[in-house]
Nanobody, 115 residues
Framework: QVQLVESGGELVQAGASLRLSCVASGIKISWYDMAWFRQAPGKEREFVAANRRTGTDTFYDDSVKGRFTISRDNTKNTVYLQLNSLKPEDTAVYYC????????WGQGTQVTVSS
């Protein structure tokens, strides 16, 4: 059974940093591309960042480029999202995503940025 468990979200002030983690079980993330999405209240879920299984290719939405960094530790079967220079508009539930033929989502972790 595939499970993705996110953690690391919390309430912070604008300008702060956070690191989100996504621990995978039931799959070896070294075989798959992984991604982060987010969903703000009243809005659709949107793409944030993705990381190829090689770990060398990364992709970001323009709204987070230069502030967020996706990375992975295949030995820990974990994907990370480093969030720097947080803004109130980054407030959302952040989800980990894996496409292994079937798509899997974590339960999400709440990031709230106060102004």
């Amino acid at each position: 059974q595939v499970q993705l468990v996110e953690s690391g979200g919390e309430l912070v002030q604008a300008g702060a940093s956070l690191r989100l983690s996504c621990v995978a079980s039931g799959i070896k993330i070294s075989w798959y591309d992984m991604a982060w999405f987010r969903q703000a209240p009243g809005k659709e879920r949107e793409f944030v960042a993705a990381n190829r299984r090689t770990g060398t290719d990364t992709f970001y939405d323009d709204s987070v480029k230069g502030r967020f960094t996706i990375s992975r530790d295949n030995t820990k079967n974990t994907v990370y999202l480093q969030l720097n220079s947080l803004k109130p508009e980054d407030t959302a539930v952040y989800y980990c995503y894996a496409d292994v033929g079937l798509t899997y989502w974590g339960q999400g972790t709440q990031v709230t940025v106060s102004s």
